[in-house]
């Protein structure tokens, strides 16, 4: 599904980034609904059985997972980053 959103470059540009990245066990990644599956899938996942917050947060908050979405949820944890963690 991502090949729909996402060129081969784009994919290995963004898939490793913060903003793409959440907290989920392995168990809960290995399931059907979540490991490589379509963001649809992936999200109903997260909303209705993901233990942490942040990432029913993703599902929440975003409808569809895009370049985009992965740029503003990049911003939001750096800014979040910057303001907890002072140096």
């Not at 029913?56 to 944890?77: M, Q």
């Amino acid at each position: 599904c991502w090949k729909k959103d996402f060129n081969k470059n784009d994919h290995k540009e963004y898939k490793d980034r913060i903003g793409n990245l959440t907290l989920i066990t392995k168990e809960f990644n290995s399931s059907k609904k979540v490991s490589n599956a379509c963001y649809s899938d992936k999200r109903e996942a997260y909303i209705n059985q993901s233990m942490w917050e942040i990432t029913r947060k993703i599902g929440l908050d975003s409808e569809s997972w895009t370049k985009k979405e992965i740029v503003r949820r990049s911003k939001t944890i750096a800014d979040w980053a910057v303001t907890e963690w002072k140096f």
